[in-house]
């Protein structure tokens, strides 16, 4: 996997970018905007801008024949909203590990160092940042991982 930096606030499309092994405007272009379009004034960046929805980088795995399958760290069902919820796995790290260990991945969550949400690429091994940089993934606090897979 090869390290891209942003130089913009697209941290999904970049790690996506990175998982592809693909350039950014290359999504750009198949997508048709690059997620930078202020939409909501009222809030600071990033929080302001567009962005991509997970929608528009799962179409573009599958127009190169791959597909993303979403794995949850943790996990909660609960039959109606006005009850509390139940946690799925007793031993969800150790789930959650199984399922990304060696595979490319898309992550999203944030890096425990900053408040506001992110996304990085992840090799099966290690964390690639599109703020430029290399990680472990005990840096991060990871909500969700959408794992590269063939169609």
């Not at 942003?6 to 996506?16: R, S």
């Not at 573009?60 to 796995?89: H, I, K, N, W, Y």
């Not at 060696?102 to 408040?115: D, F, P, S, T, W």
Request: proline share 4%; with cysteine; aromatic share 10%.
């Amino acid at each position: 996997m090869r390290l891209l930096r942003m130089d913009k606030h697209n941290c999904l499309l970049y790690a996506a970018a990175m998982v592809l092994d693909c350039s950014v405007d290359e999504l750009i272009e198949e997508i048709g905007h690059d997620g930078m379009d202020v939409v909501w004034p009222q809030l600071i960046p990033p929080l302001c801008f567009q962005g991509h929805h997970i929608q528009e980088i799962i179409d573009c795995f599958v127009a190169r024949g791959f597909g993303l399958m979403l794995v949850e760290r943790e996990c909660f069902q609960a039959p109606a909203e006005d009850v509390s919820p139940l946690q799925t796995f007793e031993h969800f790290e150790e789930r959650f590990l199984h399922h990304v260990e060696g595979k490319e991945a898309i992550m999203v969550g944030r890096h425990k160092q900053k408040q506001c949400g992110h996304a990085w690429a992840w090799d099966g091994e290690r964390c690639y940042d599109p703020n430029g940089f290399l990680a472990e993934l005990k840096e991060y606090e990871v909500r969700e991982a959408w794992i590269k897979t063939s169609l």
